[in-house]
């Protein structure tokens, strides 16, 4: 008898876009498995997180961006 309780659950990480523009749109991806289309003002932050998908949004150059060299 297989207890499912006590595996480890294994979660994809969200997905994580890189941006130039401080306002970012989604609408989850996949088509019409998505979810409403919602804007984000990112302001002076580096990142922000969609509400429905946890998609991540991050600045280019931005504190969190990897591939900035600063």
């Not at 890189?18 to 409403?36: I, Q, R, T, Y």
């Amino acid at each position: 008898m297989c207890n499912l309780m006590s595996q480890t659950p294994s979660f994809e990480q969200p997905e994580t876009v890189f941006v130039d523009d401080h306002k970012v749109s989604c609408d989850g991806g996949n088509g019409a498995l998505g979810h409403p289309l919602v804007w984000y003002e990112m302001g002076k932050d580096d990142v922000i997180e969609c509400k429905y998908c946890d998609r991540r949004f991050v600045r280019k150059g931005g504190a969190h961006d990897p591939d900035d060299e600063q």
